[in-house]
């Protein structure tokens, strides 16, 4: 397939050869094959070359794709509220995983400062080099915010994940006639090319009725996502343990229950990739210069909360989750009088609660320990669909 995108600069065609290099020889290492799993990672995550651990631009015009806090303020702002309902039931303290520009960051702070919503501590877990560097400038102002590592062994109060589970590496799996085969990548001829194998069962052991499913399909699984679900979880059950308060996960994603993950219509997967606000399906495409995500399967993320500990307070659409915490309140604060202030502001509030949009297809995942979701949330919850 010969893709027709925007050329990369000289410099950045250097970066991803070099990645490609890399990749290359740790196939030879690895006996001519890895996971798909292990060439998601280095793609997007090899030291100083990965798309995220690199130094181009992700987000916005000049990056590969827009996220919900760069389209409009509103949306960090509704954020702020709700995690404020969580944290005067826990800690006011908030960590978000994968915080981009810091766009959001920035408006949630600003947001409780102005609105009251206490909050003590703002943290941020952060892979990207060129992220963290973006993020420090934009929250220069916030002096409770610090970077971290890693997880931090116990926690109590408000994590935030927005598209951070798209981004996990996931295992490609293929149904044969006679059994399922992990499909991994190999090299030949200079070029890296699928190649299936023997599947351990565990793998596919997220697929509720695989018995069901065609030859031929294609689909991902999760175990790393799935291992982030877990380790919430201990990190939840060790701050509860700490100080006696426990905290709450907002998940906001793109994605399924895995009624709807495993349709037909689904046989090739749902992996995608991002360049220059293109989205093709060739993961081998430029390697180091493209996002590589996939759709999320809630119902897996559900249970590895549950299983690991974790309660299930509440699964919805973006749509209804925003609305609920207060949205069209955060819209007319702007005059729908005042024309060129208010209509750019309505048409964001359309673009991230559209059906047609980002409405229905991004779900909201909220799991925790020892604390409720508001019962104005109780009608929007679709948990039952999980």
């Not at 793609?43 to 990965?50: H, I, Q, R, T």
């Not at 949630?108 to 009251?116: F, H, M, N, V």
């Not at 175990?223 to 308060?245: D, R, T, Y």
């Not at 905290?247 to 997967?269: H, N, V």
Request: charged share 20%.
């Amino acid at each position: 397939m010969q893709l027709q995108l925007p050329q990369p600069s000289p410099d950045a065609l250097v970066a991803s050869h070099t990645l490609q290099n890399l990749i290359a020889e740790e196939i030879r290492r690895h006996d001519g094959w890895i996971s798909f799993a292990r060439y998601m990672e280095l793609a997007l995550y090899a030291a100083d070359v990965g798309y995220y651990s690199g130094g181009a631009a992700k987000l916005g015009k000049d990056g590969d794709f827009t996220t919900a806090p760069e389209i409009t303020s509103l949306f960090g702002e509704t954020l702020a509220h709700a995690a404020g309902e969580l944290m005067a039931q826990s800690v006011p303290q908030i960590l978000e995983f994968g915080a981009g520009t810091g766009k959001l960051a920035l408006d949630i702070l600003t947001e409780c400062a102005a609105a009251g919503i206490p909050l003590e501590s703002y943290s941020i877990v952060e892979l990207s080099g060129e992220l963290r560097a973006r993020q420090q400038q934009t929250l220069a102002n916030f002096p409770q915010v610090t970077w971290l590592d890693d997880f931090p062994a116990a926690y109590s109060g408000v994590v935030l994940g927005n598209e951070v589970l798209d981004a996990m590496p996931v295992s490609l799996v293929v149904k044969s006639d006679n059994g399922w085969l992990e499909r991994g990548v190999s090299f030949d001829d200079d070029k890296f090319i699928f190649v299936d194998r023997a599947c351990d069962e565990a793998l596919v052991a997220q697929i509720p009725f695989e018995e069901e499913l065609s030859v031929g399909y294609l689909t991902e699984v999760h175990p790393i996502a799935v291992g982030f679900m877990g380790s919430l979880a201990s990190m939840f059950a060790a701050g509860l343990k700490q100080s006696g308060k426990g905290g709450a996960a907002i998940l906001l994603d793109y994605g399924f229950p895995a009624s709807e993950y495993y349709l037909d219509q689904r046989s090739e997967g749902t992996l995608m990739c991002h360049y220059r606000h293109h989205a093709h399906p060739d993961p081998f495409y430029l390697p180091g210069l493209q996002d590589i995500t996939a759709h999320v399967d809630f119902t897996s993320m559900a249970l590895a909360a549950v299983n690991n500990g974790l309660e299930m307070l509440g699964y919805m659409s973006q749509a209804a989750f925003l609305l609920t915490a207060g949205l069209g309140d955060r819209l007319l604060k702007t005059s729908p009088e005042d024309a060129r202030a208010y209509l750019p502001q309505a048409n964001a509030v359309q673009k991230l609660t559209s059906p047609a949009e980002m409405g229905e297809l991004f779900k909201v995942l909220v799991v925790g320990l020892d604390v409720q979701l508001p019962a104005a949330f109780d009608r929007a919850d679709q948990s039952r669909r999980l």
